[in-house]
């Protein structure tokens, strides 16, 4: 009996120490809202949406793409001039641009942020956007080269190497402090989408002291490496709507309104809190209770009901916005399959066929049941302004039927399959979709079904852990495989580049030199109207007559709030909240704000 | 003792890196780049320079130069500056693998052994009255609710009571960590599997020991059925229990990353599973190897006190 009660009094003591250990304190907020997970606060090394939005909280960037348009206003820079030959930018910071430990924001701030990101050291997914600026790309690949040979040779003197990076930056990247207040930035091409880059999250300054206090170099690798804990509440130093008060891993994030900030009038909620509840149902049971203002992103399984009753009336907290992203499922257009085979969809002809038996409306009111707008080309439409993306392929069986015919695949002797002119059946075709998923693997059920009774394929689907459905995607071992693309900024060519045939994220292996070239032809090209044209020649290439993909629909985020008591958050389809707009609503204050989601002329379909 | 003690403890290093080893080369096997983001790759060049910068290249390599600064021989050495340190986490940048351990184990830790301590009560209780009472609509129902306890999964278990307790009756609040009224419904979910299997070794050890001799001699001499079954059948019928809790005390602290995924709880169990599912190497390292030596030093803690409970294991040895 002894035995039981030590254990029984143990496990008690434990447990009410670690309670009193583990618990925090309950603070009054003027905004809770539940987001996903944050992966990072270093601005130069973001990739998530949630990254990128608490980042334009934290610091402001050169330009602010704010409101229903998404126009570059002024931000961080009370104004700048573009060169005639557009490619030399001069941005002038304002002089009242403070951190939030009150020392001014320079330019040397900004140029420090923008070497983190082309230094190999910093290992930023996003180094390559920032390679339009002269000398960028050979910048990080003599650095990474230098690296290399440092290490190769059991180490050196580091700090030397360092000194000559830091000079070779000065002497070769187009990008000058040519006062505390100016920035001068030199591109290698006119750019035109550039300005709207500068809005770009990875783009936000760093507080150059703070780096340099919590960055070393390696002795061993001659690398610079700057100590995460420059993130953490305390140590970051931010110029934005907020700074950092509290974050804790996974548990929550907790914003203050910047004292400092020059704009600080325009902050609405003072204090701001982000739980990331990471099992989407607790959050909505969570929200349903009380205490939650927002929800920024309900995946929840039943969400499709939830957006039929606020459509039907019953209920005014579900909101389905157009997000910065289409679905598309996509073609394997290498000549043959991974396993030999010769592969029938390096046949445009044969995806035509495939694309043009898809039907799209179908899906989005029957299988998604999300009502999805949707989507004929890569870039949705009415998200980039001055661009009309191209209307892509109907709905058309007779159409599709034909496509297949030309391509030498039709149904001789009457079984319903399709067969070539040897006789020989059309290859089972194999359809990858990624597990744990219920949208693609409703999407691949319902459109086995369309081809195998459209076309007389047999379809087997195959389904794959993300890891190796991406594994696949590389090697080329698939016939048809789901998809899906998020813009990063506002032109279209954030949508055509990833279908360029020399491009990392080319899993198709589409290589079509007349589609690179339209893209390089409008590089070049200064006019906006006829750059905008032939673009959209490009894209029409791609989804009126190549097929390397099939655009389905327009991806949607699901918002939960309700827009009697808050407001302040936009449906520009890219979602990039600003959290100083968003706040619980007075009751004097009128619903038609101008960026109100409910109330916006882009509207969200409710 | 001492010896068998000391004996373990010795054992503790060569099984920890015989761990190492297999989650090492495990989850290197699983294809992709853990620094690969959902939906997008970095440009071929830049992508091969992020992999060298994390040492991502050359699994040899990494392999060694890790189990240096993990173990604590690169900073015997001199060679790095922390001893036992994990590295930042390959999905998390920000953070490193130390402190989302220092701060997700003890959360982990109070949920596991709040769940066993209420397992304790409710399986001893429960196992009690149907043991003693075997055959019985009480029993029965035991049995039954011991039946629904092991079968039911966490998700099934952990959704039902936050709608029931939280979202209806407004008793707890939904999701989060920080304090007893957000421990409570958690720690009862977890607990639920462990008070079945508890009940079921209870029940099966109070029939078979109440059949025994001397427990017969005990009933014979006098003592009431209660008197006999306290003092004389559950001590025996406590032994299976107590070499159950040991690893049950592991997995409670351990796998219960379900249960705080359904509550919002920043524990242990859920950074694993994002680990594995990122193929964030040093997390997955992290979590396996604290894992592993708690587990190791719980087994061991239960073999001693086994030992100090029934002196036929040490007369054995």
């Not at chain 2, 701060?103 to 196992?127: F, K, N």
Request: proline share 5%; glycine share 8%; aromatic share 10%.
């Amino acid at each position: 009996m002894s035995v039981r009660l030590t254990l029984t009094l143990l496990i008690c003591s434990a447990i009410v120490g670690a309670l009193v250990w583990t618990s925090g304190v309950t603070p009054i907020n003027d905004l809770v809202w539940v987001g996903p997970d944050i992966f990072t606060l270093d601005p130069q090394k973001l990739s998530y949406q949630q990254d990128i939005r608490m980042e334009m909280a934290l610091d402001e960037t050169l330009v602010v793409r704010e409101g229903v348009t998404a126009e570059p206003i002024p931000g961080a820079a009370r104004e700048w001039e573009i060169s005639a030959d557009g490619r030399e930018y001069r941005f002038r910071l304002r002089p009242d641009g403070k951190w939030s430990n009150g020392e001014s924001v320079t330019a040397e701030d900004f140029r420090m942020a923008w070497m983190r990101a082309m230094l190999p050291d910093t290992a930023a997914d996003y180094s390559g956007l920032f390679f339009v600026i002269d000398g960028a790309r050979d910048f990080f690949f003599w650095r990474e080269a230098q690296l290399a040979a440092f290490a190769a040779n059991g180490g050196g003197d580091a700090q030397a190497l360092w000194q000559q990076t830091l000079t070779r930056f000065d002497e070769t990247v187009g990008v000058t402090a040519v006062d505390s207040l100016t920035l001068l930035v030199r591109l290698i091409q006119p750019t035109p989408f550039w300005l709207d880059q500068c809005g770009f999250a990875v783009t936000s300054p760093v507080h150059r002291a703070t780096i340099e206090r919590f960055s070393s170099l390696d002795a061993r690798t001659g690398r610079y490496e700057t100590d995460a804990s420059w993130t953490k509440p305390g140590n970051r130093v931010s110029n934005g709507p907020y700074r950092l008060a509290a974050w804790r891993y996974k548990r929550d994030l907790l914003l203050e309104a910047n004292e400092f900030y020059w704009n600080r009038e325009s902050v609405q909620a003072k204090r701001v809190l982000m739980l990331p509840f990471e099992e989407n149902n607790t959050a909505v049971l969570a929200y349903g209770a009380g205490g939650i203002d927002w929800i920024a992103d309900v995946t929840v399984d039943y969400r499709a009901d939830m957006a039929a009753q606020q459509r039907a009336g019953l209920r005014t907290d579900t909101h389905v916005l157009d997000a910065f992203g289409t679905d598309f499922f996509q073609f394997n257009c290498r000549p043959r399959l991974a396993d030999g085979r010769v592969n029938p969809f390096s046949d445009r002809h044969v995806r035509r066929a495939f694309a043009l038996a898809v039907n799209k409306q179908a899906l989005v009111t029957q299988v998604t049941r999300m009502n999805e707008s949707i989507a004929g080309a890569l870039t949705p439409p009415g998200s980039i302004k001055g661009y009309t993306p191209p209307a892509g392929l109907p709905y058309d069986l007779t159409r599709a039927r034909e496509e297949l015919t030309t391509a030498g695949w039709s149904d001789h002797d009457g079984d319903g399959l399709v067969e070539d002119s040897a006789g020989n059946r059309f290859p089972v075709v194999d359809v990858l979709y990624t597990t744990g998923a219920v949208r693609y693997k409703n999407l691949a059920l319902a459109l086995r079904e369309m081809w195998a009774s459209a076309l007389g394929v047999e379809v087997s689907l195959r389904s794959k852990d993300t890891k190796f459905f991406k594994e696949d995607l590389r090697t080329g071992n698939f016939m048809i495989a789901r998809g899906g693309w998020y813009g990063d900024y506002g032109d279209p060519t954030t949508y055509l580049e990833f279908c360029r045939s020399t491009d990392g994220n080319n899993d198709r292996r589409y290589n079509d030199p007349a589609f690179d070239a339209l893209l390089d032809q409008a590089a070049a090209e200064r006019d906006p109207a006829r750059r905008f044209a032939l673009l959209q020649q490009a894209e029409s290439k791609l989804v009126e007559e190549d097929l390397p993909l099939i655009p389905l629909c327009n991806f949607v985020q699901v918002y939960m709030y309700e827009p009697e008591s808050l407001t302040g958050l936009t449906a520009h389809p890219r979602l990039e909240q600003y959290l100083g707009r968003v706040h619980r609503r007075d009751k004097s204050e009128p619903r038609d704000s101008s960026v109100s989601v409910t109330d916006s002329p882009e509207g969200a379909h409710q | 003792m001492s010896a068998f003690i000391l004996r373990r403890l010795l054992q503790l290093p060569l099984i920890v890196l015989i761990v190492y080893t297999t989650t090492f080369v495990l989850i290197w096997l699983v294809p992709g780049n853990p620094l690969e983001k959902e939906g997008r790759r970095p440009p071929p060049e830049v992508e091969a320079a992020m992999l060298r910068q994390y040492k991502l290249d050359d699994p040899v390599a990494f392999y060694f130069d890790y189990l240096g600064k993990v173990s604590g021989v690169a900073w015997v050495v001199g060679s790095h500056t922390r001893a036992f340190d994990f590295g930042p986490s390959l999905g998390h940048p920000d953070w490193s693998v130390n402190e989302i351990l220092a701060t997700g184990l003890p959360v982990s830790m109070t949920l596991g052994m709040g769940a066993i301590a209420i397992a304790l009560a409710i399986g001893m209780t429960s196992g009690l009255v149907a043991g003693l009472r075997p055959g019985s609509a009480a029993d029965a129902l035991s049995q039954l609710v011991a039946l629904a306890g092991i079968s039911l999964p966490g998700f099934v278990t952990g959704t039902i009571l936050l709608i029931l307790f939280s979202a209806k009756l407004h008793w707890f609040p939904i999701g989060g960590w920080g304090g007893l009224s957000h421990a409570i419904l958690p720690m009862i979910a977890l607990s639920l599997p462990f008070s079945a299997y508890i009940a079921r070794l209870i029940r099966f050890g109070m029939i078979e020991q109440m059949e025994t001799a001397h427990v017969r001699t005990a009933l014979a001499k006098g003592l009431s059925r209660r008197q006999a079954a306290y003092r004389h059948a559950l001590k025996n019928a406590f032994l299976p229990v107590l070499s159950y809790l040991g690893p049950a005390t592991a997995v409670a602290m351990t796998g219960s990353f379900v249960i705080e995924k359904v509550f919002a709880v920043p524990g242990l169990g859920r950074h694993f599973v994002d680990g594995v599912l990122g193929k964030d190497i040093t997390l997955v390292m992290g979590v396996v190897l604290t894992y592993s030596t708690i587990m190791v030093l719980l087994n061991l803690l239960v073999d001693v006190l086994y030992r100090w409970v029934d002196p036929r294991i040490e007369a054995a040895y």
